[in-house]
């Protein structure tokens, strides 16, 4: 089985506060990986040191098995960053535009083949989003605009997910519908590195876990996470904050 992401000894702090300290753990090819612990617990910077998007204070990052600082197969990793179902950043781009700019990593500037338009249309038709293609991405709903960058990501053929809290502010059904199609391209191969707060939720999808808070508390499939301790470690831990219903 080939490591997609191998992090050896890694850490990493802003300035005098640590927030990875010395992880180790792989993500291998067909991996289904959700990342949990509290807020504030490093979930975001350990998967931005995973990308190659963030250096590592210590230890080292390997993607597909080069060092990720010097990754530059980018078109084989789709990242949905924290917040994106904010409508503020998204540029006014259609949903086939946004698409089609999956394809330019393959192609370069020169023109879209045939092949390509398939390509993108096959991905609106994926996800389920073709019907909306003709949109702007910033007129969709919070759930229509994740599965429209997950179609971009399937248009660069992907082979590594990488989503920040992906369904934030997406209702309950919408996000049900989300995950299910993260489970058919888990299925058909494709790499999945999650992060998601709702342990339930994620507990029914995913079928690796590392339960972090600033160190690693638990890396293993889901099952022996969930008859571990983890957990409770990780939240009673002292460095992050538990999360509360209510406040
Ligand atoms: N740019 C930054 N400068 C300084 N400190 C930062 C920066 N980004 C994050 N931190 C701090 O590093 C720690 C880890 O943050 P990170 O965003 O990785 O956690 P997280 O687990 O993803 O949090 P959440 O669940 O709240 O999104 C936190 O204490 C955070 O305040």
Redesign the pocket.
């Known amino acids: 089985m080939s490591q997609v992401v191998t992090v050896e000894h890694v850490s990493f702090a802003?300035?005098e506060?640590l927030?990875i300290d010395d992880i180790s753990l792989s993500v291998e090819q067909g991996d289904f990986l959700g990342l949990i612990?509290p807020?504030?617990?490093?979930?975001?910077?350990l998967l931005h040191l995973m990308l190659g998007l963030q250096q590592p204070d210590h230890g080292t990052v390997e993607l597909f098995g080069e060092p990720a600082q010097e990754f530059e197969d980018g078109q084989r990793i789709g990242y949905v960053a924290?917040r994106s179902t904010d409508r503020g950043g998204t540029m006014p781009i259609t949903v086939r535009e946004a698409v089609t700019m999956g394809r330019f990593a393959h192609v370069g500037h020169s023109r879209l083949s045939d092949e390509d338009h398939r390509i993108v249309e096959e991905a609106l038709e994926t996800v389920g989003v073709a019907d909306l293609a003709g949109r702007r991405i910033n007129q969709l709903s919070g759930g229509q605009r994740q599965r429209a960058f997950i179609a971009r990501a399937l248009a660069s053929e992907a082979d590594l997910l990488a989503l920040d809290e992906p369904t934030v502010g997406v209702d309950a059904e919408s996000r049900d519908q989300f995950y299910g199609l993260l489970d058919d391209l888990n299925r058909r191969g494709i790499t999945i590195i999650l992060?998601e707060?709702d342990i339930d939720v994620l507990t029914r999808h995913v079928n690796k876990i590392a339960c972090i808070n600033t160190e690693l508390y638990h890396h293993g499939d889901t099952v022996s996470f969930l008859e571990s301790d983890a957990l409770a470690e990780a939240y009673g831990a002292a460095h992050g904050v538990v999360e509360h219903d209510h406040p």
């Open positions: 802003y300035g506060k927030a612990g807020n504030g617990s490093g979930k975001t910077t924290q992060i707060h």
